[in-house]
């Protein structure tokens, strides 16, 4: 047996049993609302090369999975890197243009979290975060000669754009009160997440030891046991001394750069100041309150505890879309696909059902083009998500290939 191979794989019961364990740990999240980035499935990559292999006791995956629930790190302040490598095709200013013309006009602002992180859904960012307990933590956007921050402090979350000079303020949930399922937004939440997708359909070992950040950690490496998935392997670096997952790494079954690589470049479990956390609006700075931004076109309003993970829980497949209204899974574990229909006929939209113009012919060269038992259809793909639309107005997407996209259509007529 290699010096820190798993004695067994982790199954479905042993994970379970964990879970009410890991709901319970306390969290050092930076602000919730970094919920909807981790949906668009954000990561946090190491800008240093791990330095070494750490001689660490051995460990079994079950041991390991344990330390990661009883962690209880609630004092962080740490830099990390955000990107993403979907492999999205180039699209240049359309890209931009579809993420602002997403984003509300009017009364919005542009300090609001809602809209300013959805700059990191692509390319290479620098983030900073502290956290002092369940009631401080603060992430900071670092942008060449600018910098947006995110302030949860106490009762008020702050948002705040300094090359606008605009301010958003917006007030957290009840103490006390049930928030539902935590979002993904740093390697421990990530982590906790793929856990969950931990089935009889999945293989957990130990794959040996590493260093993140300075710390010495174990790698706990989670692999699909089926044909089909997109997934390839996930591997977590679990810190030997606190249980805290310091980086996450998704690959693709295709090979390659990392999908998803979700890591501390420097990190400090000493208490914050508490000036950290502190925020007053700056001199003629356009302050925009939570309900202000809640009535400005298309924007609907962002409080701590909102459940933006649903529908995106776990990295199995689909199944994170089980019991939202209007959805259907086909399928078991991480070759689960989600379905619905949307009511329209003929596919991808052309001409002014698109918008105007060409939009549909454009948006359509950008697939390929099937058919089967279904008819004819659009597969649109990434190296993590494919999404086939039928001409018959039929939806079908999970973390699958394509082949396995155009079986479920075709077993579903």
């Known amino acids: 047996m290699a010096p820190y191979e798993s004695d067994g794989t982790t199954g479905a019961t042993q994970v379970d049993d964990l879970r009410s364990g890991r709901r319970k740990a306390a969290r050092y999240v930076v602000p919730v609302a970094v919920v909807g980035v981790a949906a668009a499935t954000i990561g946090l990559v190491p800008a240093l090369a791990d330095s070494g292999d750490p001689d660490l006791p051995k460990i079994t995956a079950q041991q390991l999975i344990e330390k990661i629930a009883k962690s209880d790190v609630q004092q962080l302040s740490g830099t990390v890197k955000v990107s993403t490598d979907l492999g999205l095709p180039d699209l240049g200013g359309l ?6 013309g997403a984003s509300p006009s009017g009364d919005g602002s542009s300090a609001d979290p809602t809209s300013k992180l959805t ?8 983030l900073r975060v502290a956290a002092d307990g369940p009631d401080r933590q603060k992430l900071s956007l670092i942008e060449s000669a600018a910098e947006y921050s995110l302030i949860h ?10 090359k606008s000079n605009e301010v958003y303020h917006g007030k957290a949930d009840e103490q006390g009160k049930d928030k539902g399922s935590e979002p993904p937004a740093t390697p421990k939440d990530f982590a906790d997440e793929a856990l969950k997708s931990v089935d009889d359909t999945t293989s957990v070992t130990v ?14 490496l989670v692999k699909p046991k089926q044909f089909g998935t ?9 810190d030997a001394k606190t249980g805290l997952p310091l980086k996450f790494t998704l690959t693709p079954s295709s090979g390659g750069a990392a999908v998803v690589d979700a890591g501390f470049t420097q990190v400090s479990f000493a208490k914050p100041a508490a000036s950290t956390f502190d925020f007053t609006p700056p001199k003629g700075a356009k302050v925009t309150e939570e309900d202000q931004a809640s009535k ?6 962002l409080k701590p505890g909102d459940d933006f993970a649903k529908g995106a829980e776990g990295f199995k497949g689909a199944e994170g879309f089980k019991g939202d209204e209007g959805f259907d899974v086909l399928g078991k574990g991480w070759n689960s696909i989600a379905t619905f229909d949307t009511g329209s006929k003929g596919g991808v939209p052309s001409g002014s059902a698109a918008g105007g113009g060409d939009l549909g012919g454009f948006l359509g060269s950008l697939g390929d083009q099937v058919h089967g038992k279904f008819g004819k259809g659009t597969v649109f793909s990434t190296r993590l998500i494919n999404a086939l639309i039928t001409d018959d107005g039929k939806v079908y997407v999970g973390a699958v290939t394509k082949d396995a996209l155009v079986q479920a259509a075709n077993a579903a007529k």
């Open 230 to 238: 997109t997934v390839g392997a996930i591997s977590i670096a679990v």
């Open 296 to 301: 400005a076109p298309g924007r609907g309003s």
């Open 153 to 162: 402090n106490g009762k008020d979350v702050w948002g705040y754009d300094s």
């Open 119 to 126: 700059e990191l859904v692509s390319g290479t960012h620098t």
């Open 207 to 220: 794959d040996g030891t590493v260093q993140v950040a300075g710390r010495d950690a174990y790698k706990l």
């Open 95 to 100: 890209e931009s243009g579809l993420l602002s």
